[in-house]
C-alpha cells in the first residue's frame, strides 16, 4: 500500500534547551530531521514526504533538503503554534493518496520494519499507531498526594508514526477544531469521535528527541551501532 507522509518539524525544542530548533541538532553529523527523512525516502511504499517547518527555517530546510538529495518531499508547508495545527496543515497538502502517516520529525530512530508493521495493522483497521508497553508502575498524583496506582497492563507509551485513512483523519482534525479540542497526538482526535485505533507493537529506540538527556541516549544507539536501519 503506497502512502503518504507528514513530518512535523516546526516546534522550537523549548524542552531541549538548545537555543535552536532540535531538528537541526547533529547525530554522527548529520541533522535529526535528515536522520529521520532519509527513512522515508529510501521506503519503498512512500510516494511523498510533506514536511512542516517553521516559516523562518524555510531556507535551512530547503538547504538541508537539497544537500541530501530528498526527492520525495513533494511539500513544505507551514506549521501553526500546536503540532496538531502543524499537522493539519500537512494534511490539507496531501494528494492521491488513500492513507497518510504522521511521524515526528524528532524521532530519528523509526526503522522500515516498524513503518511495514504499522501499514500492515493500517490496511486492516482503518487507524493504527506504534507504541511501546510502559516499563515504570505508573500513578494518578494530585498536589504531589498519590490518587492511585493505574493497572500497568494497560498503559503503553504512544510513538509515532500513526497511520490514518485520510478521510478520517481530516474529518477528526476538523471536529477536534469545531470542539476546540487540542490532544497530543492524532490518533486521540479519532479516539475522541469515537473511530477505533489499533496498537502496533514499536521498539524503545523509537525514542522522541525532547529533553537533553535523550541526546545521549540517541548518541548511545548510533555508536553502538545497535540500531540498523533496515
Ligand atoms: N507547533 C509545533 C510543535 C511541534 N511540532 C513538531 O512535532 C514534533 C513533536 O513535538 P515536540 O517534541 O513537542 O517538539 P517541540 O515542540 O519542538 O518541543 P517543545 O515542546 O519542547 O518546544 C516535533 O517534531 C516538532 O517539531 C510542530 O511541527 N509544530
Ligand atoms: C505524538 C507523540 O510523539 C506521541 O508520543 C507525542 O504525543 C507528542 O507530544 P509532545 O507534547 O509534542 O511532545
Redesign the pocket.
Known sequence: MNYQVI??????????GAGM???FIELNEIPV?IH?LKVFESHQLCTGIIL???EQEREIFNGLITAYQLSKVVALVS?????????YNGLLAVKGSEYVLVH????PFITHSQINNLLNEAIISGAATLAVPVKDTIKRVKNNQVVDTIERESVWSIQ?PQAFLISNIIQAHKLAIEGNYLG?DDASLLERIGKPVKIVMGDYRNI????PEDLLVAKAFIESASFQED
Not at 104 to 107: F, K, L, S, T
Open positions: 513530518v512535523p518539524a516546526a516546534g522550537s525544542g523549548k524542552r531541549m530548533n532540535k531538528q530531521i529521520t512542516v517547518i517553521n506549521g501553526g503554534v500546536e503540532r496538531q495545527m502543524s499537522v515526528d520529525g524528532a524521532r509515532t497530543t522522541k528527541l525532547t529533553t
